[in-house]
């Protein structure tokens, strides 16, 4: 925790199921979730309060996930990315280490393998 506050974790997936179910997670996890529906949604929202890491769903309806990272990344943007897919293939974990992204992972997602994603990026040891 810095400045006494819960580490944000920024959430953005279309199925609000997921959203419901990570923002559980990570509450339970000591962190703040907060969550969009879409990549839109989260670019009408940004520079609210400051986030220790992204977790972007891979496939969105008008934007994917990859589509949103490499907005971020021109706008300068480098908090710590995990990509969430349910079809993972050696092109997308490519293209989603090719704009920084630190993780990518698979749904159905192992809490276990998203909750270190973000204690490593709470703990500033996870790049991009």
């Known amino acids: 925790m810095q400045d006494g506050h819960r580490p944000v974790v ?34 009408d929202h940004i520079g ?6 992204l977790v972007l769903d891979q ?15 021109q706008r300068g943007q480098r908090l710590p990315t995990a990509l969430i897919t349910g079809s993972l293939s050696p092109d997308l974990v490519r293209q989603a280490t ?6 990518v992972l698979e749904k ?6 998203l909750l270190r994603f973000v204690a490593c990026a709470a703990a500033g040891a996870c790049l991009h």
């Open 98 to 103: 090719a704009l920084g992204a630190a993780r």
């Open 59 to 73: 496939h969105m309806p008008l934007t994917t996930g990859l589509e949103l990272l490499a907005v971020l990344r």
């Open 108 to 113: 159905p997602l192992a809490d276990d393998a």
């Open 48 to 53: 609210g309060q400051p986030a220790t890491c």
């Open 10 to 43: 920024i959430v953005v997936d279309d199925d609000e199921a997921v959203r419901e179910s990570l923002r559980f997670l990570l509450d339970t996890a000591g962190y703040d979730a907060v969550t969009f529906d879409s990549a839109q949604d989260y670019l």
